[in-house]
């Protein structure tokens, strides 16, 4: 009897006070229905998304790994640089397709700092490029990730109407399983037009012409064949002849170090082979004068090379140097230390073409009508202030000259002119190096 009431008085006692043990299992079960109910909502939510997804065009994805595979020019996958890219706000690129692919740019250098972006001042072609790759979404990472490449480093205000770079793009394109060496052409409808996307939101004096598909191992600087420059001037009073006879010697291989700014920390071959060099008139007059080409091909070129070239060739169109001065100042062992002189100027300067094999540079029709159609208008703005600046110097006969004051151009003596050979000299490439490595 004692022992049932002894029991009946814990069961009481249990059910009056519940253990913790009991409190924690109520309080796992509705935390574990709280979850329960929010996966419900995110698996919702995911549908939704992937569905949307699904009917993405330029949707490109792959479960095969985390390896990135690149195939005729076409990077996909996610690959172990997914976190690092998403950090860079790149994610939402990354579910598409990357393609490596040329494009040719046109710019006009009057108010660039040259074209790299190395450069110690702003604005460049490259940086401005850049800018525009950022703000259309093209691009993703480092110009290391996109395996950049451009063709030439232009001077500062040069020009260019062919330049060729190269990088990753993201692209809409599928990939095919041929193994052509360059892409074919009949996936430009399955591709983003690059040249339209970019010529939106580019400055006017920057423009792209054209891209191409390009296999991967492509380089815009070691796969150019051959680089082709223009330089324009005014004939006026120079010897054409002499400058013609004189520029024949350039042709071939040659070491140009004396025609160029000699970076001996970097560069240590300056043989140099000039495929053609003509002098032409172009189809323009401004009464008695004629503008006329310097047209120059070569493989490639040293650092100002082309700049120091038309410049001796001035001297001799001046008849201040004999076309002889050329066969002097490429022997090397006769004229080890490059005489001091100015180069040309950098603004009639335009680098025309860079030219690689089997590439061909595409765009749509709309694009290139637009195209034509922006550097028509250009073209019509330039004429305007050139009719401006003529104007001007019409009005400037009114003028009437006063005999009486002398002027400081007529006071000072005409300097004479110094022969090439007799000027000071700059080091050599020898002395330059056992001056680096002092």
Avoid at 63 to 72: A, C, F, I, T, Y
Avoid at 118 to 130: H, I, K, N, S
Avoid at 310 to 332: H, K, R, T, W
Wanted: charged share 25%; proline share 4%.
């Amino acid at each position: 009897m004692n022992s049932r009431n002894s029991e009946s008085e814990v069961w009481r006692s249990s059910t009056k006070n519940p253990a913790p043990e009991m409190d924690l299992v109520a309080t796992l079960q509705s935390e574990l229905e709280t979850l329960r109910s929010r996966m419900k909502v995110l698996e919702s939510e995911n549908a939704k998304l992937s569905a949307q997804l699904s009917n993405c065009s330029c949707q490109e994805t792959k479960e095969k790994g985390n390896d990135s595979v690149l195939k005729n020019g076409v990077l996909e996958g996610h690959g172990k640089k997914k976190n690092k890219l998403r950090d860079l706000g790149y994610g939402a690129m990354m579910h598409h397709s990357k393609r490596y692919v040329a494009l040719k740019v046109m710019y006009f250098g009057l108010r660039f700092y040259g074209f790299a972006s190395e450069a110690q001042m702003d604005p460049t072609v490259e940086g401005e490029l850049f800018k525009a790759l950022e703000r259309t979404r093209l691009i993703f990472g480092d110009k290391k990730e996109l395996q950049y490449s451009r063709c030439g480093r232009t001077d500062k205000g040069v020009s260019s109407v062919g330049q060729v770079i190269a990088l990753f793009l993201r692209s809409h394109h599928r990939e095919s399983r041929g193994d052509n060496k360059y892409p074919g052409e009949n996936s430009i409808e399955e591709s983003c037009d690059y040249v339209r996307v970019l010529n939106r939101v580019l400055p006017n004096d920057i423009r792209i012409m054209g891209w191409s598909p390009i296999p991967v191992g492509f380089s815009a600087r070691f796969s150019c064949l051959s680089r082709v420059y223009k330089y324009f001037f005014w004939q006026g009073n120079l010897n054409l002849t002499a400058m013609q006879t004189a520029a024949k010697k350039f042709l071939g291989e040659h070491d140009f170090r004396n025609f160029c700014k000699m970076d001996a920390d970097n560069v240590h071959n300056y043989r140099r082979h000039i495929i053609s060099f003509e002098i032409v008139p172009f189809n323009e007059r401004d009464n008695d004068d004629q503008l006329m080409i310097m047209k120059i091909k070569g493989s490639a070129f040293l650092w100002h090379q082309v700049r120091c070239m038309v410049a001796v060739l001035f001297l001799i169109g001046q008849g201040l140097e004999s076309p002889n001065v050329i066969d002097l100042l490429l022997d090397i062992e006769r004229t080890p230390r490059k005489p001091q002189f100015p180069m040309a100027p950098e603004i009639p300067l335009v680098l025309q073409s860079c030219e690689f094999e089997g590439l061909k540079f595409i765009c749509s029709s709309d694009t290139k009508q637009a195209l034509n159609e922006h550097l028509e208008r250009e073209c019509r703005s330039y004429k305007l202030q050139s009719a401006i600046y003529h104007e001007a110097l019409l009005n400037s006969s009114c003028i009437e000259i006063d005999n009486n004051i002398l002027s400081d151009h007529t006071k000072k003596k005409r300097a004479s002119h110094i022969p090439l050979l007799s000027r000071p000299t700059e080091l050599s490439y020898e002395e330059r190096r056992k001056k680096l490595d002092a």
